[in-house]
Every structure is written in C-alpha cells, then in structure tokens.
C-alpha cells in the first residue's frame, strides 16, 4: 500500500532530521554501492604473501624458527591487505583530506528537540493521551 503525501512529507521530514542530526547513522543505514576492489591493493598483499613464503623457506633451510615465525605473520598480514577493503573514514585527520565535506555547524542538535517534541505531542493527540510527567 503506497503512502499518502502527508506522510511522505512526515517520512522525508524525518529523513532529513536524522541526517541533520546523526549523519554517520544515517550512512550506516543508507543503501551503499559494495566496496570496489583495488588492484593496487591485492598487488601489494600477494607481494607480501609471496615474499613472507621466500623468507620462510629461507627459515627453514637456515636453523631460524624466529625467522620463519616473522615469515608467517608477514604472510598473513599480506593476505588479510589483500583481501580487506580499505575504512573509508571522513575524520579529516588525513592529509588529502580538507574537511570541506564535513558540517560547518558545531552543534546539529539544535533543533533536534522541537523536532521530536512536535512528533510526540503530534503523537499524544492522536491517541488522546494528554497526561505528561
């Protein structure tokens, strides 16, 4: 059953609200495209993976256990690069980064309350429950 306009005017008010309020809950549940897969990435994990076989078995042919365990971990390392996709975070903290994409406004709650305050008492209305706390 399709929405009446009043309440896809409700639902895009809504919408706006939270992103306003708490954008990086609002990503988090937006639809997203799947993470695109990087061959610089997967390159440079099967570098590590092949390079950290190359030591083991010099760790083997040499008495060096220690070696061989550094080898390990480099190869496990490699691999999980290459299978991870990069965190994709918009701290701003990066070099690249110039914060032009974040909010300039400090505090996004400001209106927040009035907001919620009108759904209640929209709310209370309608179901004829006018006692408060």
Request: proline share 7%.
């Amino acid at each position: 059953m399709p929405l009446s306009e009043h309440e896809q005017k409700m639902l895009d008010e809504m919408e706006r609200q939270l992103f306003a309020d708490d954008p990086r809950l609002a990503r988090a549940f937006s639809p997203s495209r799947s993470p695109r897969r990087n061959g610089r990435r997967i390159a440079i994990g099967l570098g590590g993976v092949v390079l950290g076989l190359l030591v083991l078995v010099l760790a083997v042919a040499l008495p060096a256990v220690w070696l061989g365990v550094i080898a390990f971990i480099g190869m496990l390392a490699g691999a999980v690069y290459a299978v991870t996709s990069p965190t994709n975070s918009n701290d701003g903290d990066g070099p690249g980064d110039s914060g032009g994409t974040r909010p300039t406004t400090q505090g996004p709650r400001d209106n927040g309350g009035t907001f919620m305050k009108k759904m209640e008492d929209r709310w209370e209305k309608r179901s004829g429950d006018d006692s408060r706390f």
